[in-house]
């Protein structure tokens, strides 16, 4: 329900919303800009030194006003002429024009009503309060993604346009719901809406009737600052029975011409203070640091929204239409979906369309929206949970564990948990997993037990699915086809093989850089942006299920290039290996931010055996800013399956590799990269103990061997693989 409120206003009011922040952030320009060009007056000087050497200068001299900038500008007549111009404080003198700013006056008529009038007015007033509920609903969102307002600055995943739209809101959010909430106030004193707040007295009936007494014989003037000054009206010549009329911060008052005596005094109101305070708020007129800050921040709504529209269309590219989705409060079954890349959606779908089809009101959503109270009618809850990294939550499932765990299982309705993975990756189904104990810890009921499905395959499914049906008492038949990812042709353009003297015949494969669309470059899609270590898909013939590998390069290398090793009887693997230049593969691009090396410049341990040095050559090559990196590779024998052996001597000469150690498996001592990190004890350690990461990629069992090599190696500094990995600082790519 949040993320509708928030969407809608959003896509709906995008036009209104960027015209009031970008000609808001202009306008927040000229109060900071007046300010360093306005003469300032010395401390202390009061309003009847001020406005004596004014009339000095300008007998006419009509008013005297003072910006909250600080500038002070006269207006007068001179043989019926009138005239005005900016006040120099110290001498009197106009030393600028003091006609208005054009631009200036453009952008506050199209920020106030579209230079339309009353009926503009009313269009930006809708426009504010669009505002206002996205900034509401957009805190709320973001405290829901990085799970609780203490995790409001946690780091971020995901693809860019979501990360862009969070980092900017939840930075610029506090200063949008104050410009929104200011600008509604504004505009509802601006159509009388307010209460009446008018302060101003009266004229005062009894005046002297004299005229022409000294400025400095005023008390009132001489006491009043110039700072404080907000306006000095004088009496109209030659009328005696007119007076001096003082505005300032505090109030107004009149002045008697004659006497110099203060007639009467009138303080603001208290409405009229928080006006005057929200006005000041909104535009930075007398705050100008403030409102270049809130300026700033507006800057960040056309950013927003051209994010925010991209993240509408990849949802609804990447989450299937979810056909007579009922309420929640309405809804038998709540079925929810902790998805990474989408795939699981398209499983949620299916199930989501035979419960209806059986008479169920099934109600479809996020994990992320998990909310219990909702639940009015709920019966069960089923969850559809993917894993993301280690055991993470996928990036539909943040916060969901934090809601849930105050909870008290025994009044919610039963559950059931259903977990996607692979079997190859050895945090298989790890979030679900977590789930499905998490629940077992709050005593919440349990529907069905905690089952799996292996590489999205329709038979898992199917079986579970008539397990749910005889739960419900319902015949449950899950046909699932699984969406075929769309695909872009890669052309192979060079290959080196290695490893066929080991019996282990690996290929580096480079394909040429497909042409990326318009729409891809934009935001990102597809092959126009990818990294050494994100993932390509591969589609095999024969099998509708894509093998994922790591990849070696990155955009800028302008190629796309992995290692394949081919595995007895592997359809995909031995399709890849078999491929000569100028043939083609249908792949498509998943993003593993997880496994990235990062900016900083803490070294890098570099950990892999096999085709695991893919990734890790990837992040060699693009290291030019030098920052160290320690390579311990795994091979079978240098003679035949030392990868990258050819760069390697460059990338150290240029500074790219600060150090390798090989760890050769087939040889008169057989030495595996386990050992080599054991070897090298000592260094790891102390680059370990200095912020040094660890990435290991490669296959489980040698995964497990190097983790068990780093538990021994730093015990006596008392850290472990698991404490590293929770801070960051060890990530693994296995298979």
């Known amino acids: 329900m949040i993320r509708a409120f928030h969407r809608w206003p959003g896509l709906l009011a995008l036009a209104l919303v960027t015209v009031l922040s970008l000609s808001g952030a202009a306008l927040s320009v000229f109060p900071a800009a007046e300010r360093l060009t306005a003469p300032q007056v010395e401390a202390g000087l009061n309003m009847a030194t001020l406005a004596t050497r004014i009339q000095t200068a300008y007998p006419g001299v009509e008013q005297i006003r003072r910006a909250p900038s600080g500038q002070i500008t006269a207006y007068w007549f001179d043989l019926g002429a009138p ?51 996205l900034s509401l609903t957009g805190a709320a969102l973001v405290v829901r993604r990085t799970g609780g307002w203490r995790r409001w600055f946690a780091p971020l995943r995901g693809p860019l346009a979501h990360r862009l739209h969070v980092e900017i809101a939840r930075i610029a959010v506090a200063g949008l719901f104050l410009l ?49 000054l907000r306006e000095l009206s004088f009496p109209y010549p030659g009328d005696a029975s007119d007076v001096f009329t003082l505005k300032t911060h505090r109030g107004t008052g009149y002045i008697d011409q004659g006497t110099g005596a203060l007639l009467i005094w009138a303080d603001l109101s208290g409405l009229e203070r928080i006006s005057e305070t929200i006005h000041m708020l909104h535009t930075g007129q007398g705050a100008a640091a403030l409102g270049l800050a809130l300026g700033l921040m507006a800057l960040g709504v056309p950013v927003m929204g051209g994010s925010g529209v991209l993240i509408w269309l990849a949802g609804r590219r990447g989450r299937p239409r979810i056909r007579g989705n009922q309420r929640a409060a309405q809804a038998e079954t709540i079925l929810l979906v902790g998805s990474e890349g989408g795939s699981t959606w398209g499983f949620a779908a299916t199930l989501h369309a035979a419960l209806t089809q059986a008479g169920q009101r099934v109600h479809t959503a996020p994990l992320s929206a998990f909310a219990p109270g909702s639940y009015a009618r709920a019966a069960r809850i089923i969850v559809l949970a993917a894993t993301y990294g280690d055991g993470e939550a996928p990036a539909s499932a943040k916060g969901f564990l934090d809601r849930v765990k105050d909870l008290d299982g025994a009044a919610l309705a039963p559950l059931a948990v259903l977990g996607f993975g ?70 192979l353009i060079s290959r080196r093989d290695y490893g066929a003297e080991v019996q282990a015949p690996t290929a580096i494969l480079r394909f040429a850089l497909p042409r990326a669309p318009l729409w891809h470059r934009l935001t990102g899609a597809g092959f126009a942006r990818f990294n050494a270590g994100d993932l390509i898909g591969i589609l095999p013939e024969g099998s509708p299920l894509p093998r994922l590998y790591s990849l070696a390069s990155a955009r800028r290398d302008g190629f796309v290039e992995i290692v394949v090793k081919k595995h007895p009887g592997g359809l995909c693997s031995g399709q890849l290996t078999a491929l000569e230049p100028g043939d083609t593969v249908n792949a498509f691009l998943r993003r593993n931010p997880g496994f990235q090396p990062g900016r900083g410049r803490a070294p890098l341990i570099l950990i892999g055996a096999g085709t695991g040095i893919g990734p890790l050559a990837g992040f060699i090559r693009r290291n030019a800013r030098q920052h160290p990196i320690h390579l311990y590779f795994g091979l079978r024998h240098p003679d035949s399956d030392f990868f990258y052996s050819e760069e390697m001597p460059t990338w150290r000469k240029e500074g790219r590799l600060t150090r390798l150690i090989t760890a050769v498996s087939r040889g008169a001592r057989p030495n595996y990269v386990q050992d080599a990190l054991r070897g090298d004890a000592a260094e790891v350690a102390r680059l370990i103990r200095d912020g040094a990461r660890v990435m290991v990629c490669g296959g489980r069992d040698m995964a497990a061997g190097v983790a068990d090599a780093l538990a021994e190696i730093l015990a006596p500094t008392g850290l472990t693989p698991a404490v590293l990995r929770a801070e960051g600082r060890y990530v693994e790519d296995v298979y």
């Open 422 to 491: 692979d079997q190859s990756f050895p945090a298989y189904c790890a979030f679900a997993q977590t789930v499905a104990a998490t629940a077992g810890a709050l005593a919440w009921q349990e529907l069905l037990p905690l089952d799996t499905v292996d590489r999205q395959s329709p038979q898992d499914f199917a079986r579970w699915g008539r397990a749910l049906g005889q739960a419900l008492g319902i015949d449950l038949d899950l046909v699932h086809q699984p969406v075929r990812p769309t695909t872009e042709t890669l052309t």
């Open 83 to 133: 005239g005005a111009a900016v006040i120099d404080p110290a001498t009197g003198m106009g030393v600028a024009s003091a006609d208005p700013n054009q631009v200036e006056r453009w952008l506050t008529n199209l920020h106030r009503s579209l230079l339309l009038g009353d009926g503009g007015r009313i269009a930006m007033a809708a426009g504010a309060a669009a505002m206002f509920v």
């Open 180 to 228: 929104s909430i200011t600008g509604l106030w504004m505009t509802a004193s601006t159509f009388g809406l307010l209460p009446g707040a008018d302060s101003t007295p009266a004229f005062p009936a009894d005046v002297s009737g004299q005229t022409n007494v000294a400025l400095f014989d005023m008390p009132t003037l001489v006491d009043t600052l110039v700072t404080d």
